[in-house]
């Protein structure tokens, strides 16, 4: 078979021929018909991520752990987690977990939409507990997560949704996505953190980016009078497109009713729950992204592309 394959950490992956996989016990060999190019195969392909030497114990390996494709029964799945050296950039792969998908989805919309909206719906819906009518704002909503989360948070009944980002013309989507409010992070910091601190109570954070923007969001929580909390602002940190760390003040803690938090431990049983709700949105377009499909054969300049702000790539054998 043909596949997407690396022969080290931070190689660009090579169309070539692979030997085809063999199921075990309780595994499927998978026809693949899509399989969503996201940073994270990336990252874990680049040996940077700390899951990376799990994904990868051999050489040579096919990146990818998710995809959708037929089962030997021709049934239309979603597959996750496939068993090294076997990715989901490939012509077939072999997995231990499949969905079912509903025949009227398109594989392509299969495999890239639910990742981007499970990463915004569980921590609204489970993290922050996101309760009708308030206020969400999404850091970071002018990239492909960003953007769903903006329709996710507003499907979820938030009663205002605030959207960032520093692409102008992305912003403007963003608002045609359900965004009440925008805020460009490109001006400068005091400009910035006033900004920030003019939007009144915020109840909910979603943060794609960390960083220095993370930094100006929090600084702006602080209170200028003594006194208790007045508000509670539930904060859930899930990407680091902006940097990796940041500077945090104590009193950015005490007083202002931040509360910070990760994703957080959630039951497989949830995910599946979830994505059935997923689905639904996707079957009745409630749920927007724009999709674009390469074929496996390009797969190296796929891998090296840097023009998809906003924008989700999809290989397709």
Known sequence: MKAAVINGFGEVPQYLDFPAPIAAAGQTVIQVKAAVLENFDKGT???KHYSSK???PSFPAIPGITGVGTTPEGKLVMFRDPQPPYGSYAEQSVAGVIIPVPEDISPA???AIPPSAITSLLPLKYTAKLQPGETVLIHGATGVSGRIAVQVARLLGAGR???TGRNKASLEIVKQLGADEVIDLNQPEEQLEAAFASLGSINVVIDFLWGRPAE???NSFMPKEAGFARREIRYVQIGT???F???LAGAALRTSGLQLMGMG???FAIVLEELQYIWQLIQDDKLYMEIEEAPLADIAAAWQRNDLAGKRLVIVP
């Open 45 to 47: 392909a680049s040996g």
């Open 54 to 56: 799990d994904l990868f």
């Open 109 to 111: 919309k299969a495999t």
């Open 161 to 163: 949704v605030i959207g």
């Open 216 to 218: 100006l969001l929090i």
């Open 241 to 243: 497109k902006a940097g």
């Open 245 to 247: 760390d940041i500077t």
């Open 265 to 267: 431990r959630m039951d």
